[in-house]
């Protein structure tokens, strides 16, 4: 069976600066991958050679179709949700004009999996400050609010850099509460986290990224008995 992701001997560079080297991945549909690595290995580099962001070379294919050469927002209407590690909301929109920006164009539009009431359900925060500009929103609402925004975008699958960093515990749990709704509703995931707050509650799978490569990719089970997998690529133990 085909992967919705796949990627193949997948390099990338920003400018003459050679980041990933070689990544091999995939990602099964509805399965949430947690993707761990040290700052520098490449994680957020992936990501954004995912979506379009930095140049890239080898093979990097969506539900069978291949992702280079496209652009961003057609890389999005694919089914690919981003939120990205810099939140990137849009300060001068209100908070529901952000989520608006969200939602397919409507003749791309099913049954969306998740929807206005329901983001404004898992993050009720959003719902008080609807009228509110998002720049005006605190570390941790802007954070919802991205990620708010992915979901309305009713992604088959959702990339998201570093969620919980910096965000306080009762933020994090919400966050958390969304991302399991996700999964519930056949989303799948690729969940980047350093030191794997969330992800442990998600992901099937882990996969450890060092020196621009996949240096550990298996089960969530067999990594938590790799503490030379942990010492080594994530300093721990």
Partial sequence: MTALLAMRDLCAWY??????????????????????GRNGSGRSTLAKAIMGFVRTRGVIEFAGRSLTGRRAFEIARLGI?????????FPTLSVRENLQLGLKPRGMRRAPR????????LFPALRERARTKAGALSGGEQQMLSVARALLG??????IDEPTEGLAGQVVEQLAAALKL??????????????????DRLASRVAVMGHGEIVFDGPLDLFRHRPDVMHEWLGVG
């Fill in 81 to 89: 949700g981003y939120v990205p590690e810099q939140r990137d909301v």
């Fill in 154 to 159: 009713d992604p088959d699958l959702v990339v």
């Fill in 15 to 36: 400018g003459a600066s050679q980041v990933l080297h070689g990544v091999n991945l995939h990602i099964e549909a509805g399965e949430a991958v947690a993707l761990a």
């Fill in 114 to 121: 998740v929807t206005l009431d329901d983001a404004f359900a």
């Fill in 182 to 199: 996700l999964r519930e509703r056949g989303v799948a995931m690729l969940l980047i986290e350093q030191r794997l707050v969330i992800a």
